[in-house]
């Protein structure tokens, strides 16, 4: 699994507190912003606990 985020970032599958989640990681200085396409959750910082599960290579959608 690709674990490494990308200088430019992407979508990851990553291990929180809460549990799984999918979300994009955007590296910075001294870290990671870990950001949701969806608004109501609001960005915040990766914290050593958090784990890199993989890295998100499809995305597939229903057409309605």
């Known amino acids: ?12 599958v990553v291990r929180l ?6 979300k994009r990681l955007v590296p910075r ?6 950001t949701s396409d969806n608004p109501d ?3 915040f910082e990766a914290d ?3 784990e890199i599960i993989g890295r998100v290579v499809r995305l597939t959608r229903l057409l309605k």
């Open 41 to 43: 959750f609001p960005p």
């Open 48 to 50: 050593p606990e958090m």
């Open 17 to 22: 507190a809460a549990g799984l989640v999918v």
């Open 29 to 34: 200085v001294g870290g990671l912003l870990v």
């Open 1 to 12: 699994a690709d674990v490494q985020p990308s200088a430019r970032g992407g979508i990851y």
